[in-house]
């Protein structure tokens, strides 16, 4: 299985690399791979629901089969979440340039813009600490990448942007968030960093939604919403799916 590692030393991210090779070479697994062990209804169903929305809204050519059918629209499906990958990961791109330039100037009409606008509305006179930064947590063994980590109101902050599809114009982030943001709080306080606040901010990236590229933040400090999420669960959780995750995947482990 290919997956991502860190080098526990140099920091460095290995990305597509199976398990085996990361073994011999005394890398560390990422975040991901711990909060993918973890059940997501949420995002589960959304994947269902886009795979239905791809069935009815194709054509089905003459004499093709359910399940060939099934088979193109699951095809469809995939393309559309690797394109909205990309779309992603360069909107992440562009937002690290912009927060890691001199002069700090974008345009508010483009998503990247758009996001560190309400950035700075919400967080003004906030004093960036790190941008897109891979910070490694030695006592669990595993690293993470770290979008935005700054101070506001003397308090530290962590900041994940998240690219998706706004569900009725709003921004929905799923608990898998949280506990990402609690492995990345435990990798800071690896480093003697105390993190105090955590949020998530959804940056809408559907064309044909009239709320396009609008950003929306939440905190994670409270309850958010129905979901009454506590991120604290995640300082307890994430340790304990590292120490499963090393022993099923014979990687070094100390209990």
Known sequence: MIMHFYHPKTKVLFADIDKQTARENGLYKSISALTHMLENPALSEYALNQLAMSCLTMSRNEGESDADLIKRAKEESRIERDEAAALGTEIHNKIEKLLTCESLVFDTRSPEGNALSMFMTLFQDAQILAVEENIICHTHRF?????????????????DWKTNKFRNNKYQPYESN???????????????????????????????????????????RKKNGEKKVDISRGFEIIPLLSKIWDIQNNFEVTI
């Not at 770290?146 to 506001?152: A, I, P, R």
């Not at 990345?184 to 998530?200: H, M, P």
């Open 143 to 159: 690293g993470c990448k770290v979008d935005l980590l700054f101070e506001h109101n003397g308090k530290i902050c962590l900041l």
């Open 178 to 220: 949280a506990w990402q943001l609690a492995g990345q709080s435990l990798a800071c306080a690896d480093n003697g960093i105390k993190v105090d606040e955590w949020y998530n901010a959804g940056i809408n990236v559907d064309p044909k939604s009239e709320t396009y590229g609008e950003c929306q933040i939440v905190s994670w």
